[in-house]
């Protein structure tokens, strides 16, 4: 579906004013597949056209060949780029940009943050250390049966591992339906829901009360170039224990904290904090888990909860840590699987540059399409014509 913005780039590129129009396909993770008789809602339709990125975007490859067909008696644009080959991605969106970033923007632009690889060197941090976080290659149901056990697999009390998200006991349909794998490369940082506790103070911010969490030392990131109403996204899946478990087996609350901080103490020093308190529902502010356990989470920097003295340039340790409530209390029987942080920029406005196309992956299972490592694929992108 073509954007707001792509009407204008579109106008601009046929009366000479602007150099393309589609230039570049991107490709996300963070919208929710549907099925293909699915018809979007007015409601839908509108936000569609009024987009300005995608909900998760994972990368950009240039467009390689542009053509002309005739679907179903409709004719349409056929706009093909190849993917990148290496790497393992599952896609669940798609836009076209009139160019591969955004000239105003420079240095500024949007990016990937982490991917929470292990070329990232993220660390378990304990009560007692700071320890590599154990890489799991092997299934995590040794018994067959759907159940993580990475107890078994390691001989001890394991809360936080690092795995393949093509590992075995993701395959599993439960799951899939569930949206529970990761989709941003092939690795993931898996952190069980009794990893920490958390609770709210009287400002309704995330209080860290017990518990352990991951860190990445040695980071540098200066947003302070930036603008207040440019985002940080933060995705991430929240898996069971047991894949076979009932129905009802379902998160209660889900609980995340992103903490960029000068220190490695909880509330030492100065910080910046991307909070996310998520009940399960459908309201608004609420995330349906019974449902999609794959979640993507949109902050501005202003509303990043913030030190007095809070600069980006005091940052050199990013923090996360996690609980998954049910049945009352913070529960080992989920992980919180982190997937990727970005950072976008979406106020540096150039009229020549943007989003003109956008759809959301339809298929028969409404499912994601993976794109496997180490395979050759092409994607198109196909703008219908019509006579208004």
Same mark, same amino acid.
């Given at each position: 579906m073509?954007?707001?913005?792509?009407?204008?780039i579109?106008?601009?590129?046929?009366?000479?004013?602007?150099?393309?129009?589609?230039?570049?396909i991107?490709?996300? +993770?963070?919208?929710?597949p549907?099925?293909?008789?699915?018809?979007?809602?007015?409601?839908?339709?509108?936000?569609i /056209?009024?987009?300005?990125?995608?909900?998760?975007?994972?990368? %950009?490859?240039?467009?390689?060949? *542009?053509?002309?067909?005739?679907?179903?008696?409709?004719?349409?644009?056929v706009?093909?780029?190849?993917?990148?080959?290496?790497? *393992?991605?599952?896609?669940?969106?798609v836009?076209?940009?009139?160019?591969?970033?955004?000239?105003?923007?420079?240095?500024?632009?949007?990016?990937?943050?982490?991917a929470?690889t292990?070329?990232e060197?993220?660390?378990?941090?304990s009560?007692?250390?700071?320890?590599?976080?154990?890489i !799991?290659?092997?299934?995590?149901?040794?018994?067959?049966?759907?159940?993580?056990? #990475?107890?078994? !697999? @390691?001989?001890e009390?394991?809360?936080?591992f690092?795995?393949?998200?093509?590992? %075995?006991?993701?395959?599993?349909?439960? @799951?899939?339906s569930?949206?529970?794998?990761c989709r941003?490369l092939?690795? !993931?940082v898996a952190?069980?829901?009794d990893?920490?506790?958390? =609770?709210l103070?009287?400002?309704? &911010?995330?209080?860290?009360d017990?518990g352990? &969490?991951i860190?990445l030392?040695?980071?540098a990131l200066?947003?302070? *170039?930036?603008?207040p109403?440019?985002?940080?996204?933060?995705?991430?899946?929240v898996?069971?224990?047991?894949?076979?478990?009932p129905?009802?087996?379902?998160?209660?609350?889900?609980?995340?904290?992103?903490?960029f901080?000068?220190?490695?103490?909880?509330?030492?020093?100065?910080f910046? *904090?991307l909070?996310?308190?998520?009940?399960?529902?459908?309201?608004?502010?609420?995330?349906?888990?019974?449902?999609?356990?794959?979640v #993507?989470v949109?902050r501005?920097l /202003?509303?990043?909860?913030?030190?007095?003295?809070?600069?980006?340039?005091?940052?050199? !340790? #990013?923090?996360?840590?996690?609980s #998954?409530?049910?049945?009352? /209390?913070? =529960?080992? /029987?989920?992980y919180v +699987?982190?997937?990727?942080?970005?950072?976008?920029?979406?106020?540096?406005?150039?009229?020549?540059?943007?989003?003109?196309?956008?759809?959301?992956?339809k298929?028969a299972?409404?499912e994601t399409?993976?794109? @496997?490592?180490?395979?050759?694929n092409f994607?198109?992108?196909r703008? =219908?014509?019509?006579?208004?």
């Amino acid at each position: 579906m073509i954007t707001n913005t792509g009407k204008n780039i579109l106008a601009k590129y046929l009366v000479g004013q602007a150099p393309a129009y589609a230039s570049y396909i991107a490709v996300g +993770c963070g919208a929710k597949p549907v099925a293909s008789n699915y018809t979007f809602s007015p409601s839908e339709i509108t936000n569609i /056209q009024a987009k300005e990125t995608l909900d998760f975007e994972m990368f %950009r490859v240039p467009i390689i060949s *542009r053509g002309y067909v005739t679907e179903n008696g409709t004719p349409k644009i056929v706009l093909t780029a190849e993917l990148p080959t290496e790497e *393992r991605y599952e896609i669940s969106e798609v836009g076209v940009y009139s160019a591969g970033s955004n000239p105003s923007a420079g240095t500024n632009d949007s990016k990937t943050i982490y991917a929470f690889t292990q070329n990232e060197n993220w660390e378990y941090h304990s009560a007692t250390s700071a320890t590599s976080i154990p890489i !799991i290659y092997e299934p995590l149901d040794p018994a067959e049966d759907n159940v993580i056990d #990475v107890e078994a !697999i @390691r001989g001890e009390d394991t809360p936080v591992f690092q795995t393949n998200a093509d590992n %075995r006991v993701f395959t599993d349909q439960d @799951r899939a339906s569930r949206y529970e794998r990761c989709r941003f490369l092939n690795n !993931i940082v898996a952190l069980r829901g009794d990893s920490s506790t958390m =609770s709210l103070d009287s400002g309704g &911010h995330l209080v860290v009360d017990s518990g352990d &969490h991951i860190h990445l030392n040695g980071v540098a990131l200066d947003f302070n *170039r930036n603008a207040p109403t440019d985002q940080i996204k933060l995705a991430f899946s929240v898996i069971n224990k047991d894949g076979d478990a009932p129905s009802g087996v379902v998160p209660e609350n889900v609980k995340l904290l992103l903490e960029f901080a000068s220190e490695d103490v909880f509330g030492a020093g100065e910080f910046a *904090r991307l909070e996310i308190n998520l009940d399960n529902g459908t309201e608004s502010d609420e995330h349906d888990f019974s449902s999609n356990r794959y979640v #993507v989470v949109t902050r501005q920097l /202003q509303d990043l909860y913030k030190s007095a003295g809070f600069s980006w340039n005091s940052v050199n !340790i #990013v923090k996360a840590y996690t609980s #998954v409530t049910y049945q009352g /209390q913070p =529960s080992n /029987q989920f992980y919180v +699987c982190l997937d990727a942080a970005r950072f976008e920029n979406i106020t540096d406005v150039n009229p020549l540059y943007g989003l003109t196309g956008y759809s959301v992956i339809k298929n028969a299972d409404d499912e994601t399409i993976i794109k @496997r490592s180490n395979t050759t694929n092409f994607i198109e992108f196909r703008f =219908s014509m019509d006579v208004a």
